[in-house]
Every structure is written in structure tokens, then in C-alpha cells.
């Protein structure tokens, strides 16, 4: 197996197993499922070898507010690291740089998201 299992997104433990019942020559029953609370994916009937319910398992959706902080953070980064020329070129003679509220504003979007996924700073 080429792709390792990720811990469970539940539980976050790493006992997390790949299940494979034969249920034909060729094709087997596979799920994954948690040894901490028992979080189980769904049953997933493939040719042997597939890696597809490992796939599955590991796929994760990233949290939106999560998310939306690093955009924001992504645009403070861009508007910081232009020199006054660049955003003049960029953006015209009504460009204002961003202010200390948009810094402080999107320092506490992240705050809030990183707290909301159990990562506080
Ligand atoms: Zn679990």
C-alpha cells in the first residue's frame, strides 16, 4: 500500500484500520475503520489492490473558516509586500495600504478559526 492512513478526523487516533473481505475472486469488500471511537467509512467493493477506500478515508474537507483566515491572510501578505510604486501600478492613486483594523481584524479571523479547530496560537 503506497498511501498511508490518516489518523481519524473524529478522534483523532491513529489505530485506524484497512478492512478487505473477499467477496469474489477478483473483488474484495473494503471500509476503515477507528479503533478509538469506532468511526467507520463506508463499504467499498473494488478489484483487489485498489486503493480507493484509503483515498477516500484520507480525504479530508478543509474547514471553511479556516479557510477564509488564510485568504485574508494571504491578501495582507500580498497588500504588505508591495512597495508604495507597486500598488500605485497595481491598483491606481486610490490605493490604500491595509490598515492596522484589517491587520488586527484578520489576526483575530485566524485566532477564531485555529480556536474553532482545537489549534489555539
Ligand atoms: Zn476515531
Redesign the pocket.
Known amino acids: 500500500m503506497s498511501e498511508q492512513l490518516k489518523p ?1 478526523p ?2 483523532g ?1 491513529n489505530r485506524v484500520t484497512l478492512f478487505n473481505e473477499q467477496v469474489a475472486e477478483d473483488c474484495m469488500m473494503s471500509w476503515v475503520e ?1 479503533g ?2 469506532g ?1 467507520r467509512s463506508m463499504e467499498y467493493e473494488s478489484p483487489m489492490g485498489d486503493e480507493t477506500p484509503v483515498m477516500l478515508w484520507n480525504r479530508r474537507k478543509p474547514d471553511a473558516a479556516l479557510v477564509a483566515a488564510l485568504k485574508e491572510a494571504a491578501w495582507l501578505y500580498d497588500q504588505l509586500a508591495l512597495s508604495p510604486l507597486e500598488a500605485a501600478v497595481k491598483y491606481g492613486d486610490t490605493y490604500e495600504p491595509p490598515s492596522d483594523e484589517d491587520c488586527l481584524r484578520i489576526r483575530g479571523q485566524i485566532h477564531e478559526a485555529l480556536l474553532a479547530a482545537g489549534e489555539p496560537l
Do not use: D, S
Open positions: 481519524c473524529f478522534c487516533m477507528c478509538g471511537c468511526a
